[in-house]
């Protein structure tokens, strides 16, 4: 029972255009989103993250929204660059401290130049 | 910024010997650590959480006496896969969690990740 789903295996956009990635989510224990990005071989690194008492987190070109009723979160790249090209990670945790934290299955993003 | 190593990168073993990967915070304490692993084109699975001092966590399905792990240090965790079989080859990543940090945001931080290819 995946509890973290990125529906969407692959996205392919235009350089400069916006990058939307989806994530949705059945535990409602969940309280704590992120994202990271990762290349091949590697290991993840961290985008940026949300609280679910928050509904939405900026940090330059990257945006995340949480709809908590709609289980339903969205990274936003805006403008997309060839070097975002790479897959990235929906993860979610449910309380605080020492909690591990479920992935999605993963968005590969392709950014065309 | 906080960072996580595992070594080695890239490890090649016959089938029926043992493995040991490391994974270090490098400029941090690690109370927890988590190993993860990935298999092609999936996501990242949590295998077991380790903890300082104590016995590791370990998930369901996950066996933990093929998959040993031993978190003797605040800065030092160890998955060793025993008795490897091809099945065992995979990307296995591991992440800790810095407690002045990231204790209450959730954020790990990863390690570069160990493929393990067994023969």
């Known amino acids: 029972d995946q509890q973290v789903k990125q529906n969407s295996p692959s996205l392919s956009v235009q350089e400069g255009r916006i990058s939307i990635l989806n994530c949705d989510y059945t535990?409602?224990?969940?309280?704590?989103f992120l994202w990271y990005k990762k290349y091949p071989a590697e290991g993840p690194t961290f985008l940026i993250s949300i609280s679910s008492i928050k509904d939405k987190n900026e940090d330059g070109r990257f945006t995340v929204f949480l709809n908590k009723s709609a289980k339903h979160l969205s990274l936003h790249i805006v403008p997309s660059q060839p070097g975002d090209s790479a897959v990235y990670f929906c993860a979610a945790s449910a309380g605080t401290g020492r909690r591990a934290l479920t992935f999605g299955s993963g968005t590969r993003l392709q950014v065309q130049p | 910024g906080a960072v996580v190593s595992q070594h080695p990168s890239r490890v090649i073993c016959k089938s029926g010997t043992s493995v040991k990967i490391e994974c270090r915070s490098l400029d941090f304490q690690a109370t927890t650590m988590f190993w993860y692993r990935q298999f092609p084109k999936q996501s990242l699975m949590l295998m077991a959480t380790s903890n300082e001092g104590s016995k590791a966590t370990y998930e369901q399905g996950v066996e933990k006496d093929k998959f040993l792990i031993n978190h003797a240090s605040l800065t030092l965790s160890t998955l060793t896969v025993t008795s490897a079989h091809p099945e065992d080859s995979s990307f296995y990543i591991c992440?800790?969690?810095?407690?002045?940090?990231?204790?209450?945001?959730?954020?790990?931080?990863f390690g570069e990740g160990s493929r393990l290819t067994v023969l």
């Open positions: 992440s800790a969690r810095r407690m002045d940090r990231s204790q209450n945001t959730g954020e790990l931080f």
């Open positions: 535990n409602s224990m969940f309280d704590y």
